[in-house]
């Protein structure tokens, strides 16, 4: 009898459900729901940075997708289901009871975004992420050491920070904290006490300054240093993690009836969407994984003779077994990738929204479709003017930091910038220039691997983008002078969940037998042109002075 298991992608708009052949990897069914709060925009205000998520979302989404792959696949697969794994997108908590309940799940809490998952791209946190970098810097122990040495305001102990600071009565009903990666097994499994909740060593290494070596979290004299506010919550919370082939436990009984399946269901640790994409991928020592979507997450697994007690600089963390246990997890990114393209798209769509959209030339249901042909058609437009345009003629430079700079070096008070413009500056080369930023940020994170002594045998990408648009993937191999693979599977990191679903499940011993099983494979592999390649050199010189000139001379907001 076929074994199957379920893999769960969150990301930033959706969850993905797949159900999964544990023994060859063949996909049996999927399905796709959007957050329905989160698509009318609450919670969000995008002025300040603030993006929140309801529990809820997760909750209905998790229902919605396995009972909607469930009733598309063949008779008898629900009951032969044995695991199910979660990524999500991170660093994404929430504060909770004692009970581990997430405090928007509370009726006196039910509106309050204070309450919620607060979002990965949530960047209300700088100032306590300054704090948090500054006290490192002066204490005996520096907590930053294996996360690049610098704490992001995209991570938790920032942003809890952050809301307990801004709500009084938040403040004053939050016991403890969880990551949602963490929450979602917990919930399903019945272990939601935040003293006892199985927490995912890939969250808690590269997100909460957590290590062996000091004993877990950041002392409590630290976080009281802090701000007395974090007093108690290192005792609230836990001192042991564990790699995704870790079992969390099974569904319970009302969880099983929920979703269809059975109490037989083992559910595996969680981790972050890249992690799992990278072993989606088959992720191997040398590799040099991609996750590239509205933001990038690189990630590698190296053998630990390769890093020794290296500490490699302003990267976004190295964890034992964060992506495969027994090698160590590397994890770098960009703030900005498709968000970046998405950002123009809306500007030059402006005047369909603001012009168009209130003319009254057109009946609504032809002003509608018009405006919906027009918005879908910029970006292929824009980029097939943008590839007619030679290298030696793209003369618009802009740096990709729109959204802030993950790595090297955190910063996510930084803007981006564009110069070279003038009177003939078109849409496409501004595309263009916005397109190339974005591969420049990615040979800044590349050379910094490089510079550490990290090999990178080859480079893997996954996620929509790296599927779908030709001329980002081959700006982006230009501008590295290396090869891309791209991974066959649209579903990666859903593809991840599912291969540590059936290690927990028992069906394989090592996550490195279920990627051999159950691995996609690769669709096609993107070349470097080399002679581009040694053009972008030089303006990529170029891209690292406008890069200083922007840090040194602009200010924040």
């Known amino acids: 009898m076929a074994k199957y298991v379920i893999g769960l ?14 023994s060859n990897g063949n996909e049996i069914a999927t399905s796709v729901k959007y957050y329905p709060r989160w698509k009318e925009g609450k919670y969000c205000d995008p002025r300040s940075n603030q993006y929140r998520q309801h529990p809820l979302d997760y909750i209905e989404v998790l229902e919605e997708t396995i009972r909607e792959a469930l009733s598309k696949a063949p008779a008898g697969v629900a009951k032969n289901v044995v695991g199910m794994g979660f990524d999500t997108t991170g660093s994404t908590p929430v504060l909770t009871n004692e009970d581990g309940t997430p405090l928007a799940l509370l009726p006196e809490f039910a509106e309050n975004p204070n309450a919620m998952f607060v979002l990965w791209k949530d960047h209300t946190a700088v100032k306590e992420a300054e704090e948090i970098n500054k006290l490192a810097k002066s204490w005996e122990i520096d907590y930053t050491a294996y996360e690049g040495g610098i704490y992001s ?12 600071r801004e709500d009084e009565k938040i403040r004053n009903a939050a016991y403890s904290w969880v990551e949602h990666c ?23 290494g590269h997100k909460a300054m957590w290590h062996e070596s000091w ?56 981790a972050f969407d890249c992690h799992m994409g990278a072993v989606g991928a088959e992720i191997k020592p040398g590799d040099f994984v991609r996750v590239i979507g509205t933001s990038t997450c690189d990630i590698m697994a190296v053998p630990y003779e390769e890093v020794k007690d290296k500490l490699i ?80 003629e793209s003369t618009i430079l802009a740096t990709d930091w729109m959204n802030g700079r993950r790595t090297p070096d955190a910063n996510q008070l930084l803007k981006g910038s564009i110069t070279g413009l003038t009177l003939g500056s078109s849409a496409p080369l501004i595309f263009r220039a916005l397109v190339e930023a974005t ?58 969940a599912a291969m540590f679903a059936a290690v927990a499940a028992g069906e394989f011993e090592k996550v490195e037998e279920a990627q051999k099983a159950m691995g996609q494979g690769f669709a096609f592999t993107y070349q470097p042109n080399m002679e581009n390649h040694a053009l972008y050199n030089n303006l990529y010189k170029n891209y690292q002075q406008l890069g200083k000139f922007t840090e040194e001379n602009t200010f924040p907001a």
Not at 478 to 493: N, P, S, Y
Request: aromatic letters at 8%.
């Open 215 to 270: 004993g877990g979290l950041p002392s409590e004299e630290f976080l009281t240093s802090l701000d007395p506010l974090l007093a108690g919550f290192r005792s609230r919370l836990f001192t042991e993690t564990c790699p995704s082939n870790v079992k969390v436990g099974y569904l319970t009984e009302e969880w099983a009836k929920r979703l269809g399946l059975t109490t037989n269901v083992a559910v595996a640790v969680g």
């Open 153 to 164: 305001s995209e991570w938790v102990w920032a942003k809890m920070l952050r809301v307990l």
């Open 313 to 392: 600089p302003g990267i976004c963390g190295q964890v034992d077994g964060s992506v495969i246990p027994g090698l160590m997890g590397l994890e770098a990114g960009q703030s900005g990738f498709g968000d970046i393209y998405a950002w123009f798209k809306r500007l030059l769509e402006w005047p369909l929204q603001n012009i168009l959209g209130k003319t009254n030339l057109l009946d609504a249901f032809t002003k509608e479709k018009l405006m919906e042909e027009v918005a879908d058609a910029i970006i292929p437009e824009l980029t097939k003017e943008a590839e007619k345009v030679p290298v030696s």
């Open 439 to 496: 591969a420049f940020g990615s040979k800044a994170i590349v050379d910094r691997f490089l510079e550490n002594g990290i090999e990178i045998k080859q480079v893997i990408g996954i996620g929509g983008i790296s599927l779908k648009s030709p001329f980002v993937m081959q700006t982006l191999a230009d501008v590295l002078g290396m090869a891309i693979k791209v991974a066959k599977t649209e579903q990666a990191c859903a593809f991840g």
């Open 182 to 204: 963490d929450w979602l097994p917990g919930l399903i499994t019945g272990h939601t006490k935040p003293e006892t909740m199985p927490r995912s060593r890939c969250a808690a």
């Open 9 to 22: 992608d969150y990301g930033s708009d959706s969850c993905r459900a797949i159900i999964v052949d544990a």
